[in-house]
């Protein structure tokens, strides 16, 4: 018999990987510019990166959703069906919201490591030498 | 810009101290190291006039742009990955004459700085390993 905590659970299932899905895919479409600038416009690297990083974000955010499954108590009727429903969904969104900005992090460290590697020197020289190459 | 050269005083414990540290840094750049009254430094560069330079601490890039007190500090720091940041802001007109005060500081009192804290200087080390060998 499909009890209201098995319909809490099928709904539950449904919104959260729905809006994991949703995130991943806005995250690979957005992210890829930041990634293509910070490969020095390498756009397959970035697209490789760009997808490992979506299925790192899969794995765990799925890993969350089902893990986290079982927790929150029995439902019996219909008010308690939506009280848990929603505090689950409300933890697989700030879950989302944390890994959404790890994932900004990343990427912004990455394209700021890319700009200094081809920064150039800061000062001029005070100087200068016929220089006799080795 | 690929590699820099820096000429630094072998008699100094701190400066010995600092070719020490700077090695073991990942560097954007090659970082060589020079003592300054290493006659490498004639071969390499031939224009080059050590007189016309402060002993303490200079930078030549392979492309020969030399540079002196603060700014060859700020090279260096360039030259290093995790420290490239802190060298274009320290490059900034804002900061850069406090980076010049506090080298000028650090290179005139260098020799006390090294006796104060016990660092042994390359020169020394070079002496010593010498004279064991010949033993």
Redesign the interface.
């Known amino acids: 018999m499909v009890t209201p905590t098995v319909w809490m659970y099928i709904a539950y299932l449904i919104i959260s990987v729905g809006l994991t899905i949703w995130v991943a895919r806005t995250l690979h479409a957005n992210g890829r510019i930041f990634l293509v600038d910070s490969f020095l416009g390498n756009e397959k690297l970035a697209d490789s990166v760009n997808h490992l990083l979506v299925v790192g974000f899969y794995l765990i955010n799925i890993g969350y959703v089902t893990l986290a499954l079982k927790y929150g108590g029995k439902s019996e009727d219909l008010q308690q069906v939506f009280e848990t429903l929603s505090s689950k969904v409300g933890f697989v969104l700030l879950v989302l919201g944390v890994m959404h900005f790890m994932n900004l992090l990343i990427f912004s460290k990455m394209r700021k490591r890319a700009m200094?590697?081809n920064?150039p020197?800061?000062?001029?020289?005070?100087?200068?030498?016929?220089?006799?190459?080795? | 810009?690929k590699t820099l050269y820096i000429l630094y005083d072998a008699q100094c414990g701190f400066c010995s101290h600092c070719r020490r540290w700077l090695e073991q840094q990942p560097g954007?750049l090659d970082l060589r190291f020079l003592p300054r009254d290493s006659p490498e430094i004639e071969?390499?560069?031939?224009?080059?006039v050590r007189s016309q330079y402060p002993e303490e601490l200079v930078v030549?890039?392979?492309?020969?742009?030399?540079?002196?007190g603060a700014?060859a500090w700020?090279?260096v720091l360039?030259a290093l990955v995790e420290y490239?940041?802190w060298?274009?802001r320290?490059?900034r007109p804002a900061l850069l004459p406090l980076a010049r005060k506090v080298c000028e500081l650090i290179s005139k009192k260098r020799r006390d700085l090294s006796s104060l804290l016990g660092m042994e200087n390359d020169a020394t080390l070079a002496a010593e390993i010498r004279r064991n060998h010949e033993c």
């Open positions: 200094l590697r920064q020197p800061p000062l001029p020289p005070q100087a200068h030498l016929a220089v006799k190459t080795a | 810009m954007f071969c390499r560069f031939p224009g080059f030549i890039s392979d492309e020969g742009g030399i540079y002196w700014h700020v090279m360039y490239r940041e060298a274009v320290l490059a």
